[in-house]
């Protein structure tokens, strides 16, 4: 059985728990340690795969096409590991498998409850991350704050399988927030007080303290902390916001935070290997040239929706020996004929996926303007389709060219809904999820990008590049550049007669690394690059 290290939040939310609990992964992996990561949300959604943006930012695919939190793909870039469902685990999921086996009579009659019936049903699903692999330390977020009415049958798991590990295998840490008083120029620590004496209310004593703050975290202030939450001074960690998240992992190593938990478990102190990691922070530090990208969506006043583009793209920009500026684009904007001039300055132009009709008419604006002025545009998903309808409308003469999703009477329906997702009514996890192979045509941009001849990427979506206009788009100049091994999906489509303009069904971003940026992800920097230095301000070549 692997050891345990349970990450809790208090004082507030969106604290930063994921982004911690991901670094504590780094830096114990860099200690040659097998590390896996779960996420316990406490909302009764079955996973985020049909809730709003807005509501939890991006959804996270996993290989085995799970719909998960935005965390996970924290916890992936930073362990370089790939995750799957069980890694995340929310109440609906829970609630769900205890009362199908109480309509199925597992219970033999008995009445269900929370303890031990769901706490139960959580603690199985806790110790299967570590019995699925060969797993030395298996790092537990808890999504919210402590005190939420929610999450108390996370917590009260939690507390019970202390009991049954023994406490030498299991770690506590709480990740808290201290609020600065302008008023007085002070950071307050009563808040974490707080937070940690109803922890201990529920029987959890925390062992190590993530002190979050804006502001420099005094050793008098770490002193106080130590002293009223009953924890050693070494195991209060300040954590100062940081504009760069890849530096998180060494701040907790250079606060000897890996170290103390080595010593915690009874393991071994061995020389953590971090050069790499520290190469990369470097890079994105100290570069002085600049890749300008214009992020074209619906959700731009929401940077978390589009988390994994915008790291891929950060990914990207490290071996280019460059910096990323993201120029954030309102699809809504160009539908009504602004925002092209924040077009004229970028270097490039990515177009995400998303759903919906709103705001589609912008990203098809975008994707013509990237075509008819040469830019690299990079289509995901979504962005992949508005390319085609694009290319259809406009070089191929089909003005009524469109995707079924949004408009269901066109005769150039050049998108359109998969076979199997026909009949489909439920929303939750039924789209085409998780990883698939696709076959690369040689000698194309993407077949170049790769070096291979065949990948699997991961997908999220329903609709698809209808066949039965393959022929006309081909002899207008698009090649179909990535297909499925049965040739019947389209998975990536290109421009021949462009710098480069790649689009893809699949979601690369989803699998870009820190120390390996994805292929097209890297392909699409290095044009833009290129683009820069020959860019002119170009007015748009369209009526609007």
């Known amino acids: 059985m692997p050891r345990f290290i349970f990450c809790t939040g208090g004082v507030v939310s969106s604290v930063g728990k994921g982004v911690t609990a991901a670094s504590i992964g780094r830096i114990l992996k860099a200690r040659g340690l097998k590390v896996m990561i779960q996420k316990l949300d406490p909302y009764l959604n079955v996973d985020p795969g049909t809730m709003s943006p807005y509501q939890h930012g991006e959804v996270f695919v996993t290989v085995d096409g799970a719909e998960t939190d935005l965390d996970l793909g924290h916890y992936e870039r930073f362990i370089d590991e790939n995750l799957n469902s069980v890694c995340n685990v929310t109440t609906g999921q829970i609630y769900n498998e205890v009362i199908a086996k109480e309509r199925r009579g597992d219970y033999l009659g008995g009445t269900i409850q929370v303890i031990p019936h769901i706490t139960n049903e959580i603690k199985r699903r806790v110790y299967e991350v570590g019995k699925s692999q060969d797993v030395d330390i298996v790092i537990v977020e808890v999504g919210g704050t402590v005190g939420d009415i929610e999450g108390q049958p996370f917590f009260e798991t939690l507390r019970q399988m202390r009991s049954e590990l023994g406490r030498k295998n299991t770690m506590f840490v709480h990740v808290t927030f201290l609020p600065y008083i302008g008023a007085t120029g002070e950071l307050k620590t009563k808040p974490t007080q707080h937070s940690v004496r109803e922890l201990r209310s529920i029987g959890i004593q925390p062992h190590v303290?993530?002190?979050?703050?804006?502001?420099?975290?005094?050793?008098?202030?770490?002193?106080?902390?130590?002293?009223?939450?009953?924890?050693?001074?070494?195991?209060?960690?300040?954590?100062?916001?940081?504009?760069?998240?890849?530096?998180?992992?060494?701040?907790?190593?250079?606060?000897?935070?890996?170290?103390?938990?080595?010593?915690?478990?009874?393991?071994?102190?061995?020389?953590?290997?971090?050069?790499?990691?520290?190469?990369?922070?470097?890079?994105?530090?100290?570069n002085a040239d600049s890749v300008k990208i214009a992020i074209v969506g619906k959700y731009v006043e929401l940077h978390d929706a589009y988390m994994s583009v915008k790291e891929a793209l950060a990914h990207a920009t490290i071996p280019t020996d460059h910096r990323l500026e993201i120029e954030w684009v309102y699809s809504g904007d160009l539908e009504k004929g602004k925002g092209f001039e924040k077009l004229e300055n970028v270097d490039g132009i990515v177009v995400p996926g998303g759903f919906g009709y709103r705001g589609i008419e912008g990203k098809i604006q975008a994707a013509r303007y990237a075509r008819e002025n040469n830019i690299p545009y990079l289509g995901l998903c979504l962005g992949m389709q508005v390319m085609c309808i694009e290319f259809a409308r406009n070089v191929l003469d089909m003005e009524d060219a469109n995707s079924t999703e949004f408009e269901t009477p066109t005769d150039h329906p050049v998108i359109d809904l998969m076979l199997d997702q026909r009949g489909i009514t439920n929303m939750g996890g039924t789209m085409r999820l998780g990883v698939y192979p696709c076959v690369l045509t040689p000698g194309t941009k993407a077949?170049?990008?790769?070096?291979?001849?065949?990948?699997?990427?991961?997908?999220?979506?329903?609709?698809?590049?209808?066949?039965?206009?393959?022929?006309?788009?081909?002899?207008?100049?698009?090649?179909?550049?990535?297909?499925?091994?049965?040739?019947?999906?389209?998975?990536?489509?290109?421009?021949?007669?462009?710098?480069?303009?790649?689009?893809?069904?699949?979601?690369?971003?989803?699998?870009?690394?820190?120390?390996?940026?994805?292929?097209?992800?890297?392909?699409?920097?290095?044009?833009?690059?290129?683009?820069?230095?020959?860019r002119k301000k170009v007015p748009l070549k369209q009526e609007v």
């Open 209 to 286: 303290i993530i002190a979050r703050s804006d502001h420099e975290v005094s050793d008098e202030i770490a002193h106080k902390i130590a002293l009223f939450c009953d924890v050693d001074v070494e195991a209060v960690i300040p954590l100062v916001t940081t504009d760069n998240l890849y530096k998180v992992p060494l701040m907790l190593e250079e606060a000897n935070l890996g170290d103390y938990i080595m010593r915690y478990f009874g393991l071994e102190q061995v020389e953590p290997d971090l050069g790499e990691w520290r190469r990369i922070v470097k890079k994105m530090r100290n």
């Open 447 to 534: 077949a170049r990008a790769y070096g291979v001849d065949r990948v699997d990427e991961r997908h999220r979506h329903r609709f698809e590049f209808n066949n039965a206009f393959r022929e006309d788009f081909l002899k207008g100049g698009m090649v179909f550049s990535g297909l499925s091994p049965d040739e019947q999906l389209v998975e990536i489509a290109e421009l021949k007669a462009h710098p480069f303009m790649v689009g893809s069904q699949f979601h690369p971003e989803f699998q870009s690394r820190p120390t390996r940026p994805h292929p097209l992800f890297l392909d699409f920097i290095k044009s833009s690059i290129a683009f820069s230095k020959t």
